[in-house]
């Protein structure tokens, strides 16, 4: 029998997340969601931190003729990271993993287009920069977004998940300064199990959410 899921909502899991982070004395803090489920997770942190809320694009490379099968995941700088999957695919059919590139750059130019249009890339460089997202299942994204990030020259970086396999903590440890997650198991089949409500977020309330939380000077 599986564990109740621990979190009511999205809004529920940043609320927590918050108050853990709350503690560790953050200075200037960013908060980078990746959309668009991490949005709605990092918006109360945003408001318990006194800080900005912005996106970090990322997304994942699907296999593709089983699109649930990650072969890896490329940030909004462009560049791929491939798990062993995707550079075993790589290494025998090149043009698969080009093709999702491409596929998956045209929908990150998409959202920015998008999201930038409600307020521009927050300053990362110098800033105490909280990374979150709804949960971490194959952490391709996540892995995306990190390096994406760390390339700014942010002073700190942590990152807040409120569901992640167990196994998967030292290697997202080794990309970021702290890491804050609630639920750690390897009991883990997908983020929504975790949630009572997982409803599907929109760009519409991404851009809400985001507009809501810009800085001042925006």
Do not use: W
Request: some cysteine; charged content about 25%; proline content about 6%.
């Amino acid at each position: 029998m599986r564990t109740p899921a621990p979190y009511a909502d999205r809004a529920d899991a940043g609320a927590r997340l918050a108050a853990r982070l709350a503690g560790l004395g953050l200075r200037r803090p960013l908060v980078l969601a990746v959309p668009r489920g991490g949005v709605e997770v990092g918006a109360p942190i945003a408001d318990t931190l006194g800080g900005e809320l912005d996106v970090v694009l990322a997304r994942k490379l699907r296999a593709p003729s089983q699109p649930e099968l990650a072969l890896g995941a490329v940030g909004e700088d462009g560049r791929a990271h491939l798990n062993e999957y995707g550079r075993e695919v790589y290494a025998g059919a090149p043009e698969i993993i080009e093709r999702a590139k491409a596929r998956e750059l045209a929908e990150i130019a998409r959202r920015r287009e998008m999201f930038r249009a409600v307020r521009p890339a927050a300053e990362i460089a110098g800033r105490d920069v909280v990374v979150v997202d709804d949960g971490m299942a194959t952490g391709s994204t996540l892995i995306a977004a990190l390096h994406a990030v760390r390339a700014a020259g942010p002073a700190r970086v942590v990152v807040a998940l409120p569901a992640m396999p167990y196994s998967r903590q030292g290697e997202i440890r080794a990309l970021c300064d702290d890491l804050v997650c609630p639920v750690a198991t390897d009991d883990f089949f997908a983020v929504g199990q975790f949630y009572h409500d997982f409803s599907e977020v929109s760009d519409n309330r991404v851009a809400e959410l985001l507009r809501r939380h810009a800085g001042p000077q925006h």
